[in-house]
């Protein structure tokens, strides 16, 4: 049943592949924003399930530390969206740019779009996305993870190369249907058969059901800080850019919150059943996969599991895109000084090399939280700064945001390293990381009829 349902949402990719390959696309801007044409469903729906690709990482982390996932990938989350929203959205509308990359480069000049560029390539190369993949058609396949992940990338961006934003919101708003009806399926049936809130109390660790999941303050404050990466966050750009209007761009933040705060109680409720109902699972990355297997009927199951791969394959399709559109036009067009029309085969092409990188950075890592947790702590530092007093009435000069950019980051990275990937004596690279960035470019702020 798992395979007939996997089929036809398959065959509705291919559809998709060939209904693109007779509706050309036009110039750049309808490629990377799709004309600037999205409505506010459209808008809602794409960013909702853009955004939350990470569904087997939020099933490992539950799995492991209870209902403080709520409070590591969810409140932080919406505290910045809603900020984004509020200062943000209209004036990203406003701008008319295409990329953060062109922001970059109006404020302050070239050097520093080409660092925010390769920052950003880094950040959402969606190697977190791809690993999940792998494990998803894995576990029900039983291939090796390699085969999975390149089957699963292949899949998620064969539509993308022909058709750009409009490819991706298209399948977005079908897999943001499949994605709520496959918790909205599993949840209710673990309440029937194994009991509510009494059987969690009764089968999960205490530590689980605590605000920290016993982990502590810091690890639960530094996703507080990870969670800026929203500032920063191309996703929310690259729609507010394709927004039809700026209500449409605001609107539709506010809205998306609303869903992620319900799919959140979905998922986390559904991580907790996992736990307590298979307390020894050797990989928790297939707490879902593997709770939808023990909780439901043949037919249920496969809907549960195309809803999974929905959720994060509409994932890996955006930032996959994100990627190529700034490797090819904002790292390698920039670069050779490539007029609008050329770029477009080089983005086309760059998206098969975002694909290899995602698939190597997956096979290495192994984890889905760690990948997020370290592109987030040396992403941020690099781009928080910058980005924020480009849309703010304060300069800063384009010397002192490259000193920044550079400093903050390779002292982050450098950080992670020291750690192997944790905290080193104590603190988390994200940390030294920012102060760098606030001591460098903070000491430069002046007001905007000050600087010349």
């Known amino acids: 049943m798992t395979w007939l349902a996997g089929a036809v949402y398959a065959a509705f990719l291919v559809f998709m592949v060939l209904r693109l390959l007779r509706s050309p696309v036009g110039d750049s801007a309808d490629y990377i924003v799709a004309g600037r044409r999205l409505t506010l469903p459209a808008f809602t729906a794409s960013l909702v399930s853009t955004w939350y690709g990470g569904i087997l990482g939020v099933g490992e982390y539950t799995w492991r530390f209870g209902v403080s996932n709520w409070l590591v990938f969810g409140v932080p989350y919406y505290i910045y969206a809603g900020v984004f929203a509020l200062v943000l959205a209209g004036r990203a509308r406003r701008s008319e740019v295409l990329t953060l990359p062109d922001l970059l480069e109006r404020r302050y000049g070239r050097t520093p779009a080409l660092i925010g560029a390769g920052t950003l390539f880094v950040m959402t190369a969606p190697a977190a996305y791809v690993l999940m993949m792998g494990v998803m058609v894995g576990f029900f396949t039983g291939w090796p993870l390699w085969v999975g992940v390149v089957i699963g990338t292949a899949l998620s961006v064969g539509y993308v190369f022909k058709g750009g934003l409009r490819a991706v919101v298209a399948t977005d708003m079908v897999q943001f249907i499949l994605m709520f009806l496959g918790f909205l ?35 639960i404050a530094v996703w507080y800080f990870i969670a800026m990466a929203t500032l920063v966050e191309p996703a929310f750009y690259q729609r507010c850019y394709a927004a039809r209007t700026e209500r449409t761009a605001r609107l539709g933040i506010g809205l998306a919150i609303g869903f992620w705060i319900v799919f959140d109680f979905l998922t986390t409720t559904a991580g907790l059943y996992a736990r307590a109902l298979m307390p020894d699972l050797a990989d928790p990355v297939q707490a879902f996969p593997a709770l939808g297997a023990l909780a439901l009927p043949p037919a249920l199951q496969a809907v549960f599991s195309v809803g999974l791969l929905a959720t994060i394959m509409s994932t890996v399709d955006s930032y996959a895109f994100i990627g190529a559109v700034t490797l090819g036009r904002d790292v390698i067009g920039r670069w050779r000084g490539s007029s609008e029309e050329d770029v477009l085969p080089l983005m086309r092409w760059a998206l098969l090399a975002t694909a290899a990188v995602s698939i190597s950075l997956a096979l290495w890592s192994g984890s889905v939280v760690t990948l997020w947790k370290s592109l987030g702590s040396v992403g941020t530092p690099v781009l928080l700064l910058p980005l924020a007093l480009a849309h703010s009435p304060w300069r800063v000069s384009g010397r002192r945001v490259t000193v920044s950019m550079a400093a903050s980051g390779l002292v982050a990275l450098a950080w992670l390293a020291l750690g192997r990937g944790g905290p080193w004596l104590g603190v988390e690279a994200i940390f030294p990381g920012l102060v760098v960035s606030i001591a460098v470019v903070g000491s430069g702020i002046v007001p905007n009829s000050a600087h010349s």
């Open 185 to 219: 399926v599993l949840v209710p049936v673990c309440v029937i058969r194994w009991g509510g809130w009494s059987f969690l109390q009764e089968n999960l660790p205490a530590a689980h059901l605590t605000w920290d999941g016993g982990l502590g303050f810091q690890a």
